[in-house]
């Protein structure tokens, strides 16, 4: 256990110095930068205070699920559920609330609770029976959606407590609380990925899990974990959507998988496991999101945007595997 640790330590040691292991995230950051300036210049209202915190708010929900997308990715596995998980817990919420009459400190931590379990049952069969993730989330997703569905009978149900409204319109300190939450997901994330033991071993898992095993990592408990604190994050951006709403519907959070993945790689993670960032992935995050919103303001069709950000992921995932051939080379 010493020898990894020292190992990994000195491996963080040398990525802070070697400029060259931060290509990635330069090469997203110079990317947003020529975004910013390009609809600065050719999409109307865009290059303005108003709007640069209003599309703080909106990603809000992606990044605080990206950052748990992160850690799962870098230990080499992937969750495709995490938008019908966003939808369900949405739904619960406010149908517990609204119909069972649970206060809402009850009724959040049930849906936690629940997206918890979803997350073991996923590591569980990862772990025991090595089904691999992009298999059981893949079913997960349709399962989570029509349970979702189920459960509300396809209805839109609310109206919640107005007080809830705090969660999404609320401000403190002159910036929306759904900012706030996602300045102290994303700081949390970073200190859990580069201060600590939990954070190194996530590295050590992805990139070499029969290594990592031999030295005492618990590669089985790493896999779980990462996989219940990306359920857990997608829930509690369901039931900030809610607050957003004031309702809980099926359908939120559908294709929402697909930005907070497409962030996360374009942001430099590897698909491969064992490499990335949380500063990459935020920027992945807001590359995605200004993309979107400069395309809207410009007036081009949402579809556009689509095509647009396949193109991207498409992109990345081949950039990622140039530098990781470089890299071997």
């Not at 918890?116 to 089904?131: D, E, H, P, S, Y």
């Amino acid at each position: 256990m010493a020898t990894d640790v020292s190992v990994t330590t000195q491996q963080a040691n040398r990525h802070k110095l070697d400029l060259s292991s931060w290509r990635a995230e330069i090469g997203v950051a110079i990317a947003l930068a020529f975004l910013v300036a390009v609809f600065s210049f050719t999409a109307p209202n865009f290059f303005s205070a108003e709007n640069f915190v209003t599309l703080m708010q909106q990603t809000s929900v992606i990044a605080i699920i990206a950052v748990g997308m992160t850690m799962v990715i870098i230990a080499g596995e992937i969750d495709l559920s995490v938008g019908a998980m966003v939808g369900l817990s949405g739904t619960l919420f406010a149908l517990l609330v609204v119909q069972a009459g649970l206060p809402m400190s009850v009724a959040c931590l049930a849906v936690l609770a629940l997206a918890a379990l979803v997350g073991c049952f996923t590591g569980m069969l990862r772990v025991v029976w090595a089904i691999p993730t992009f298999i059981t989330t893949l079913g997960l997703l349709s399962a989570l959606r029509g349970t979702a569905f189920y459960i509300s009978e396809g209805l839109t149900i609310g109206p919640l407590p107005s007080s809830l409204a705090f969660v999404w319109y609320g401000h403190v300190l002159g910036l929306p609380v759904p900012v706030w939450a996602m300045l102290i997901v994303i700081a949390t994330g970073w200190i859990v990925l580069t201060q600590t033991r939990f954070g190194r071993h996530i590295y050590a898992v992805g990139g070499n899990a029969v290594t990592a095993s031999r030295y005492g990592v618990r590669v089985g408990s790493l896999r779980i974990a990462v996989l219940v604190i990306v359920q857990l994050l997608a829930a509690l951006a369901g039931m900030m959507l809610v607050g957003r709403l004031n309702a809980g519907s099926a359908t939120v959070g559908e294709l929402m998988e697909l930005d907070v993945i497409a962030a996360v790689i374009v942001g430099g993670t590897s698909l491969n496991g064992g490499a990335g960032r949380i500063i990459g992935t935020i920027l992945g995050v807001f590359f995605v999101a200004v993309l979107r919103n400069g395309m809207v303001l410009n007036g081009l069709d949402p579809i556009i945007f689509l095509i647009a950000q396949g193109l991207v992921i498409i992109l990345a995932v081949w950039w990622s595997m140039l530098r990781r051939q470089q890299a071997a080379g």
